[in-house]
């Protein structure tokens, strides 16, 4: 067995693991990373990447039907699912480099393509190499969720590991859940020419506000997904091709292919965390609000942390536990600064609180500013007027912003960084936006925030009229 030595560990070559390891070789660590599957993990090769590079082939085709009312006649496209596969691969191709074992080693990081197991509380195993490191990274991401539903085992299903190598395109897909991978999935699909049947539990994208969330399914279905909520998926059968669903309340559903989309199961199987005295529970490894774990020479972030899982949160992660490793300097983890967007098409996006969670926790001091999209310009020339911003105000301040609309997943980071940067509501309508841009909605939800202040105040009006009779 060979034996290591090194400043800092890194258990997963995804989107976190990646981060502490460019980040720490960089101002001066010795760093090893271990990957027993493909490096850049999840975010490049199952999901983000893939995810959203289908979706734009399915925005094509959209942009091909939908032309008509700019004077450009709509065609109803010929579609080789095929070859949007071939799109999806050659965009995993086009970035994987920069997540590469090469691009590392060459910015110093000893990369070892072996899975890590903890022998001690800070030795791990990889293959033939025994490491034994000052401080240790885990980030091990997570798995397609698998729910124990009769029958699932016994039908062929696709997961987000599987479906970018799909070369048929499914005649009606079926999907069990209704979270951001099943519905963007549903309007990729739909796009591109398949039936799409979405059978969900509860209520599709609940964790965003069902006001904005409800805009977005409805034009899913508008654009032709069957959506089924209060469907809980308690028993599948069937065959290869005829595929059948049935949920807990008797309704059943009939599809070729079948995806299951239904949250994700951390990975901390065969890691020997209770060897080096790390607890865990089934949402992932418990960690405190510095990212330690039960060990404190050992982190976790990203996706095997239990919290939000996206890549901008395994990446803050990064930042987070270098500031704590490198310079020992302490450093927290917060999340009401965090934004997601779902990129479905009209986008749907959010950072902090929602307007339901705003109101419980700030009660009548909490005032929402609205605007709508059909008042911006460049939405308007652009036919893109479905859309609505609400930001939740507490005395001055915004604590929660709710995007629905073109390009929301951009237009959130004004409120991420106003969040994050306690801003107030007037330096954002103090900002001026180049028109005509859909970035003028921040402004002008901003601005709501300040109409009723000012155009409806008798003393502003008082004052008004003072200054105007003594003015020279
Ligand atoms: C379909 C889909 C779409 C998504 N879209 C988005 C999006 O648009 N935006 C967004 O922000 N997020 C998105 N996400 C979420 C995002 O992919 C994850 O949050 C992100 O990849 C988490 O990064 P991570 O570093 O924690 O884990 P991962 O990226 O999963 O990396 C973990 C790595 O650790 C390796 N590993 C595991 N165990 C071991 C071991 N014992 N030894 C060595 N290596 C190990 C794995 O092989 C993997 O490479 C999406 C997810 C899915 C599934
Ligand atoms: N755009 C993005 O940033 C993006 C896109 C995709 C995924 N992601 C990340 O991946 C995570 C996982 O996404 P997801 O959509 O798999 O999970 P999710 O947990 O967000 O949604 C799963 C849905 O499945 C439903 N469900 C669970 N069991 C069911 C059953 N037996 N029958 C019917 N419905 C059932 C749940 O009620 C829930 O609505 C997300 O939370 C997010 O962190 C992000």
């Given at each position: 067995m060979k034996k290591l030595k090194t400043d800092l560990l890194v258990i997963g070559a995804g989107s976190g693991g990646l981060s502490v390891a460019a980040g720490a070789v960089q101002m001066g660590a010795d760093v090893v990373l271990l990957e027993k599957h493909k490096m850049g993990g999840d975010c490049l090769n199952y999901g983000c990447v893939p995810s959203k590079a289908l979706i734009a082939a399915g925005k094509q085709a959209y942009t091909l039907r939908h032309g008509a009312d700019f004077g450009v006649a709509d065609v109803e496209p010929e579609i080789d699912y095929a070859v949007a596969k071939d799109h999806v691969h050659q965009v995993i191709e086009t970035i994987a480099p920069v997540d590469s074992q090469e691009r590392f080693e060459g910015l110093g990081v000893n990369v070892i393509r072996e899975s890590g197991i903890f022998t001690g509380p800070d030795t791990v195993q990889a293959g033939e190499t025994e490491v034994t490191a000052r401080r240790i990274v885990i980030a091990t991401g997570s798995a397609p969720f698998i729910p124990p539903?009769?029958?699932?085992?016994?039908v062929p299903y696709l997961t987000n590991e599987t479906l970018w190598d799909l070369r048929e395109r499914p005649d009606h897909l079926l999907i069990i859940g209704g979270g951001p991978i099943g519905i963007e999935m549903a309007q990729a699909h739909l796009r591109l020419g398949s039936r799409v049947t979405v059978i969900e539990g509860e209520t599709a994208m609940g964790k965003d506000d069902p006001e904005l969330a409800k805009i977005v399914l409805d034009r899913l279905q508008d654009e032709g997904m069957v959506l089924e909520e209060g469907a809980l998926a308690e028993k599948v059968t069937g065959k290869d091709g005829e595929i059948k669903v049935h949920a807990k309340d008797g309704r059943s559903f009939t599809g070729s292919h079948l995806l299951v989309a239904v949250g994700r199961a951390a990975?901390?199987?065969?890691?020997?965390?209770k060897e080096a005295g790390i607890k865990y529970d089934r949402k992932g490894i418990k960690v405190d609000a510095g990212l330690r774990t039960t060990n404190r020479r050992v982190y976790a972030i990203g996706d095997v942390a239990g919290q939000l899982q996206f890549t901008h949160v395994a990446g803050y992660h990064a930042g987070v536990v270098i500031r704590s490793i490198l310079f020992g300097l302490p450093a927290k983890a917060k999340q009401n600064h965090i934004p997601w967007a779902t990129y479905t098409d009209p986008e749907l996006a959010q950072v902090g609180l929602t307007e339901a969670q705003a109101k419980k926790e700030h009660g009548i001091n909490m005032e929402v500013a609205r605007f709508e999209f059909q008042e911006n310009d460049r939405a308007i020339a652009e036919r893109k007027t479905t859309g609505l911003i609400k930001v939740m105000v507490v005395k001055g301040r915004p604590v929660g912003a709710s995007i629905v609309g073109a390009g929301a997943g951009d237009l959130i980071g004004v409120w991420a960084l106003a969040i994050a940067s306690n801003l107030k509501m007037s330096q954002i309508s103090g900002m001026v936006a180049p028109?005509?841009?859909?970035?003028?909605v921040n402004k002008r939800a901003a601005g709501a925030y300040f109409s009723p202040r000012l155009f409806e105040s008798d003393m502003v009006k008082r004052v008004v009229g003072f200054v105007q009779k003594y003015l020279p």
């Amino acid at each position: 067995m060979k034996k290591l030595k090194t400043d800092l560990l890194v258990i997963g070559a995804g989107s976190g693991g990646l981060s502490v390891a460019a980040g720490a070789v960089q101002m001066g660590a010795d760093v090893v990373l271990l990957e027993k599957h493909k490096m850049g993990g999840d975010c490049l090769n199952y999901g983000c990447v893939p995810s959203k590079a289908l979706i734009a082939a399915g925005k094509q085709a959209y942009t091909l039907r939908h032309g008509a009312d700019f004077g450009v006649a709509d065609v109803e496209p010929e579609i080789d699912y095929a070859v949007a596969k071939d799109h999806v691969h050659q965009v995993i191709e086009t970035i994987a480099p920069v997540d590469s074992q090469e691009r590392f080693e060459g910015l110093g990081v000893n990369v070892i393509r072996e899975s890590g197991i903890f022998t001690g509380p800070d030795t791990v195993q990889a293959g033939e190499t025994e490491v034994t490191a000052r401080r240790i990274v885990i980030a091990t991401g997570s798995a397609p969720f698998i729910p124990p539903i009769p029958g699932l085992d016994e039908v062929p299903y696709l997961t987000n590991e599987t479906l970018w190598d799909l070369r048929e395109r499914p005649d009606h897909l079926l999907i069990i859940g209704g979270g951001p991978i099943g519905i963007e999935m549903a309007q990729a699909h739909l796009r591109l020419g398949s039936r799409v049947t979405v059978i969900e539990g509860e209520t599709a994208m609940g964790k965003d506000d069902p006001e904005l969330a409800k805009i977005v399914l409805d034009r899913l279905q508008d654009e032709g997904m069957v959506l089924e909520e209060g469907a809980l998926a308690e028993k599948v059968t069937g065959k290869d091709g005829e595929i059948k669903v049935h949920a807990k309340d008797g309704r059943s559903f009939t599809g070729s292919h079948l995806l299951v989309a239904v949250g994700r199961a951390a990975n901390v199987d065969g890691l020997g965390l209770k060897e080096a005295g790390i607890k865990y529970d089934r949402k992932g490894i418990k960690v405190d609000a510095g990212l330690r774990t039960t060990n404190r020479r050992v982190y976790a972030i990203g996706d095997v942390a239990g919290q939000l899982q996206f890549t901008h949160v395994a990446g803050y992660h990064a930042g987070v536990v270098i500031r704590s490793i490198l310079f020992g300097l302490p450093a927290k983890a917060k999340q009401n600064h965090i934004p997601w967007a779902t990129y479905t098409d009209p986008e749907l996006a959010q950072v902090g609180l929602t307007e339901a969670q705003a109101k419980k926790e700030h009660g009548i001091n909490m005032e929402v500013a609205r605007f709508e999209f059909q008042e911006n310009d460049r939405a308007i020339a652009e036919r893109k007027t479905t859309g609505l911003i609400k930001v939740m105000v507490v005395k001055g301040r915004p604590v929660g912003a709710s995007i629905v609309g073109a390009g929301a997943g951009d237009l959130i980071g004004v409120w991420a960084l106003a969040i994050a940067s306690n801003l107030k509501m007037s330096q954002i309508s103090g900002m001026v936006a180049p028109y005509p841009t859909l970035g003028e909605v921040n402004k002008r939800a901003a601005g709501a925030y300040f109409s009723p202040r000012l155009f409806e105040s008798d003393m502003v009006k008082r004052v008004v009229g003072f200054v105007q009779k003594y003015l020279p």
